[in-house]
Nanobody, 124 residues
Framework: QVQLVESGGGLVQAGGSLRLSCAVSGGTASRYVVGWFRQAPAKEREFVAAIRWLSDITYYDDSVKGRFTISRDNAKNTAYLQMNSLKPEDTAVYYC?????????????????WGQGTQVTVSS
């Protein structure tokens, strides 16, 4: 059974940084695409970034491009989301997800497994 566990969320001031981690167990992450999504109160869950594990190809939503970086560590079977220059509008629960194909990676339905989420709060 594939499981994803996020960590690294917290409270940070605007302009600060956080690094989220997504540990994958029960499967080989190298076969997959890892995506990060976020959901703010009363809003739809939205795409943030994705990485194709084997080729290291990445893709970002325009709202985070240049501020966030997605990466992965093969040895630890873990993906990361480095978030810099955080803004209050980045406040949300952040989820990582595992998909099997690098296609329409911004769509939630392309992902088969989800973590429980980690809260990120950015104060102004």
């Amino acid at each position: 059974q594939v499981q994803l566990v996020e960590s690294g969320g917290g409270l940070v001031q605007a302009g600060g940084s956080l690094r989220l981690s997504c540990a994958v167990s029960g499967g080989t992450a190298s076969r997959y695409v890892v995506g990060w999504f976020r959901q703010a109160p009363a809003k739809e869950r939205e795409f943030v970034a994705a990485i194709r594990w084997l080729s290291d190809i990445t893709y970002y939503d325009d709202s985070v491009k240049g501020r966030f970086t997605i990466s992965r560590d093969n040895a630890k079977n873990t993906a990361y989301l480095q978030m810099n220059s955080l803004k209050p509008e980045d406040t949300a629960v952040y989820y990582c997800a595992l998909g099997s194909a690098w296609i329409r990676t911004t769509e939630r339905l392309r992902y088969d497994y989800w973590g429980q989420g980690t809260q990120v709060t950015v104060s102004s």
